[in-house]
């Protein structure tokens, strides 16, 4: 009988298991880098939105009046605040409202802790520095501002 040895090529049994193992911590590593890159992706949105809150309230008192007009009132709601001292010391309390103080959608989260007024002068200009504090899910933001007479 004659036999024709031929030598098989492939791989073995083993070459294969290891190759599987290998594989599949490459592929969970590169999910695990991935599921933290995408629970992370959120805080910069968070951030985001607490600066925005920020500078929305921060331009609203900037547009207001340098010093209390002839007459002008302060009241209890924002609605009635006619210059920009009238705001210092303002705080919301169980998330952002509106300026007639109705709560606003989405932003309970989000709170003014603080609106500090105080007069400075530079280079010979009185001006009002304003100092916006508002706090959200992953802290404090404080944004500031000045308002010129």
């Given amino acids: 009988m004659c036999m024709n040895s031929r030598r098989q090529s492939g791989f073995t049994l083993i070459e294969l298991i290891i190759f599987i193992v290998v594989v ?58 006619d210059d920009v001292n009238d705001y210092a010391g303002y705080t919301t309390a169980g998330g952002m409202q509106d300026i007639l103080g109705n709560a606003i959608p989405g932003l309970a989260l989000y709170n003014v802790t603080n609106v500090a007024v105080a007069g400075v002068v530079i280079n010979g200009v009185n001006l009002l520095q304003v100092d916006v504090t508002v706090t959200g899910p992953d802290g404090a933001f404080v944004l500031t501002g000045f308002k010129g007479n």
């Fill in 24 to 81: 599949a911590v490459g592929i969970a590593g590169i999910l695990m880098v991935m599921d933290v890159s995408v629970a992370r992706s959120a805080d910069p949105m968070v951030r985001k939105q607490t600066v925005a809150v920020a500078e929305s309230l921060m331009e609203e008192i900037l547009l207001k009046e340098f010093a209390d007009p002839a007459g002008g009132y302060t009241g209890p709601t924002r609605a009635l605040f």
